[in-house]
């Protein structure tokens, strides 16, 4: 079956960095758009950053542009998620999630990895 494998999160100062990892399996990788998204306490999931099947396009939510750097190795079947300069509105559940190429929707989610920031 699918699995997404997140990892990475933990608990960081405001200004430090992270780099989340998610580990696919069961799935043809590199023809699934992979994203991140992430649930704060007592909020909606939202949309964090995006990438597409072959890594040529990337998208960002405005309150990280410039902060965060999507990427993938479809070699490893893992996309990566780096975040730098983390400010305590960072704090959340992180999930990422595979929606294969066509599709309008995520297929496939994972059980999430928590990051905290502290002030």
């Known amino acids: 079956q699918v699995q997404l494998v997140e990892s990475g999160g933990g608990l960081v100062q405001a200004g430090g960095s992270l780099r989340l990892s998610c580990a696919a399996s069961?799935?043809?990788?590199?023809?699934?758009?992979m994203g991140w998204f992430r649930q704060a306490p007592g909020k909606e999931r939202e949309f964090v950053s995006s990438?597409?099947?072959?890594?040529?396009?990337?998208y960002y939510t405005d309150s990280v542009k410039g902060r965060f750097t999507i990427s993938r190795d479809n070699a490893k079947n893992t996309v990566y998620l780096q975040m730098n300069n983390l400010a305590p509105e960072d704090t959340a559940v992180y999930y990422c999630?595979?929606?294969?190429?066509?599709?309008?929707?995520?297929?496939?989610w994972g059980q999430g990895t928590q990051v905290t920031v502290s002030s």
């Open positions: 990438i597409t099947w072959g890594g040529g396009q990337t």
């Open positions: 999630a595979a929606k294969r190429f066509g599709h309008s929707s995520y297929d496939y």
């Open positions: 069961g799935l043809t990788f590199s023809s699934y758009n």
